[in-house]
């Protein structure tokens, strides 16, 4: 039976995290060592910017991974429910179209829910969640291999944002790159081409494809509600990045004085995030301090909603083809299978 056995990147650190208390707090990015300064380098050049901004992946510490995780339960948020519908129902097509025996590369697997729902179909040689939250992957992992122990696992700790360079653990042949939850959203149109370039590139000898969860757009209504539930979830969950960006460079902010924001624009086809500023304030790190005006924001987060054409042109630009689409019956949100071409 295969151990699921954790490749430690700077990101796993949440033990270290805990102890450190509010009156001295270090920057983490000068606690760790090489290429472990990044996230601080990255967080201070956002909060530093002209229109300030923090990625979407720093939403993800422990706590973050779990309000994701109510997130996925409220009524208003409909593309979990919506995608595992499409998993369920077409989970023999997709088998047939991918094969069975191959190697599943789950990218921002948190729970593993969706791939775990599609074990019986696949049937995966090895499968390797990938995610940025260390301790969650590591815990989801556990019960998943207790649940399927004939499969191997594979976990892999990091940033796929930046590099999708894969230790030689995993299996080369047969890939199939597995990205559900319209994740790619995440990204400008510029960055998810590029991103799909890169999983192009990580599958040798042209053989493999990509699995991939799509949200596409639908009435401003329904999409602004999934984004600002009656409940707050989201809410906390996106002020929540701001305890976490605390941890990481040592900054002070409160998120007493910030505001959830979220809205369609529908120019651009994406939601938008933002915590805006109750109040005239400074924030201070390290090194350096900002004011904040009352009104102003942080931009947090872009989901971008996608047309089919919009699909079939990104992935046949990425060096995908033969694309197969399905569909939940109200046509609120595709997943889409292409091969390497
Ligand atoms: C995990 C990036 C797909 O954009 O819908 C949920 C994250 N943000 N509610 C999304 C999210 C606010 C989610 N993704």
New binding site residues.
Partial sequence: MAQPALIPTCWDSSDSDSDIRADQRQPRAEASSGHCSQPGAELVAGLSAREAYIS?KY?YDALGSKL?EA??DLPE?Y?TRTEAAIYATHQDAMAAAVGTGCTLIDL?A?NCAKAASLFGALQPRQYVPVDISTDFLHQSVQGLQRRFPEIPMQPLAMDFSSTLTLPPEVDAQRRLFFYP???L??FDPQQALAFLRRVRSALPSGEGGILIGL?LVKDTHVLEA??DDALGV?AA??LNVLKHVNELIGADFNARDWRHV?FYNARFQR?E?HLEARRDLIVRWPGARRTFHQGERIHT???HKFSEQDILGLLEQAGFGGCRMWFDTRRWFAVCYAQAR
């Fill in positions: 979407p939403f994701f997130i996925c948020y593309p921002g948190g939850g319209s994740s959203g995440n949200d999934a984004y989201t969950f996106n979220a939601i995030m987060e872009y989901s």
